[in-house]
């Protein structure tokens, strides 16, 4: 790799840290419940995607890949661990508060905090595809790309969920 390339090369993946090393801690904290080992994790989702462009690797879409690292080590973590999940409740009395989203939507009328009460009562069907639309905040393409499923069933889930979260909250 050329010194240029290099170059280039840390200031994607320091523009990537800028735009999404929040977001990714945020995450980490609310799969494992703590703040130090999911910014270790984050850190080393990081280094991983240095170390893959380093190698040569090129990276379509930084923020599907980063999650998918993170969500790999996340996962690795807790079969290292066989660590039991915390129910929503306890999440909320930690005092997670997910992250607002800028999308004018439905849900810019509801809490964040009923919005995670109202997603494991879909149909297991739309709660993932809910979950890293509303909550991870993912882009249509990006959820694609994770789930291996066309952006236009991604769409049509999200649509559907979308009307049985409004029934939920407004059941009138």
């Given at each position: 790799m050329t010194p240029q390339e290099e170059t280039l090369q840390q200031e994607i993946l320091s523009a990537a840290h800028g735009d999404y090393g929040k977001k990714l801690n945020s995450y980490a904290y609310f799969k494992i419940h703590n703040h130090e080992m999911g910014e270790d994790m984050v850190q080393d989702t990081f280094l991983k995607t240095w170390k893959f462009l380093v190698k040569g690797g090129k990276i379509e879409t930084m923020k599907a890949f980063l999650y998918h690292i993170l969500n790999n080590l996340i996962v690795d973590e807790y079969r290292k661990q066989k660590h039991q999940t915390s129910s929503l409740d306890d999440l909320l009395e930690k005092g997670f508060e997910p992250s607002?989203?800028?999308?004018?939507?439905?849900?810019?009328?509801?809490?964040?905090?009923?919005?995670?009460?109202?997603?494991?009562?879909?149909?297991?069907?739309?709660?993932?595809?809910?979950?890293?639309?509303?909550?991870?905040?993912?882009s249509l393409e990006e959820i694609s790309?994770?789930?291996?499923?066309?952006?236009?069933?991604?769409?049509?889930?999200?649509?559907?969920?979308?009307?049985?979260?409004?029934?939920?909250?407004?059941?009138?």
């Open positions: 607002d989203s800028e999308n004018t939507n439905i849900f810019s009328s509801m809490s964040a905090k009923a919005l995670l009460l109202l997603i494991p009562r879909l149909p297991e069907k739309y709660q993932k595809v809910m979950h890293m639309r509303f909550v991870r905040d993912l790309l994770i789930s291996g499923q066309s952006k236009n069933t991604i769409a049509v889930q999200v649509h559907r969920g979308t009307a049985k979260l409004k029934l939920l909250f407004d059941p009138a």
